[in-house]
């Protein structure tokens, strides 16, 4: 597609349930990154994918977080058993990596997710 | 470590008047230094990004950037401020550390208001 897709943009979930948020990204960008931003707040850097190397999870909070990344391409965040401090908008973001290029993010527009 | 601080969590400026957003890092090795902007309600934008060569870089809607390598700053500065350059100002920078994957940390994130 022309820009980075992600689904839902809204959820709403009861505490407890777990959720699964979805990135696809512009297609040939190799990296995959997410993020989180709490309300009005800085970006949270939770996972990284490149390419077929190991994914770089410095980030995720809490091992109820849990993504991965099927053929290069969609990836796919998990967060089980979810809790209120969850409730923040996820961020996608895709680029190309590699000299020459520099790799700038492109964003989606986030999935909202608020746990009851 | 990888760190990127804005020290202003806002800046407030009248219309016409110039704009200085501030950002400093803190890498290994020579940084790439990025700008997103975040307008309301929608999703960050790349505004302008600092590889290597002159330390003066422009960008989109009349920003540009100065990369001052002995003070560690990449300041956002745009000559006259517009009531629409109110948004949420993120300053990044890409981990070019061996190892380090190539991840981009972002800054707290700096909210501009532009008074008419």
């Known amino acids: 597609g022309a820009g980075v897709s992600q689904s839902p943009s809204n959820k709403v979930t009861e505490k407890g349930k777990d959720v699964e948020l979805r990135c696809d990204p512009i297609s040939g960008h190799t990296a995959l990154y997410w993020y989180r931003q709490s309300l009005g707040q800085g970006l949270e850097f939770l996972i990284y994918f490149q390419g077929n190397s190991a994914p770089d999870k410095s980030g995720l909070p809490s091992d109820r977080f849990s993504a991965e990344r099927t053929g290069g391409s969609v990836s796919t965040l998990t967060i089980q058993r979810t809790q209120q401090e969850d409730s923040a908008v996820y961020l996608c973001?895709?680029?190309?990596?590699?000299?020459?290029?520099?790799?700038?993010?492109?964003f989606g527009e986030g999935s909202r997710l608020t746990v009851l | 470590a990888q760190s990127v601080a804005q020290p202003e969590d806002q800046v407030n400026v009248a219309e016409g008047n110039p704009l200085t957003v501030k950002c400093t890092y803190s890498v290994s090795g020579n940084p790439y230094l990025f700008w997103y902007v975040q307008y309301p309600n929608r999703g960050l934008q790349f505004l302008l990004k600092?590889?290597?060569?002159?330390?003066l870089v422009k960008g989109s809607y009349g920003f540009e950037a100065e990369f001052n390598k002995s003070q560690t700053s990449f300041h956002l500065k745009k000559p006259s401020a517009l009531v629409s350059d109110s948004a949420l100002y993120f300053c990044a920078v890409r981990d070019l550390r061996r190892g380090g994957g190539f991840k981009t940390i972002f800054g707290a994130g700096t909210r501009l208001f532009v008074k008419a």
């Open positions: 600092y590889i290597t060569g002159d330390n």
């Open positions: 973001a895709s680029s190309i990596q590699g000299a020459p290029n520099t790799g700038e993010l492109f």
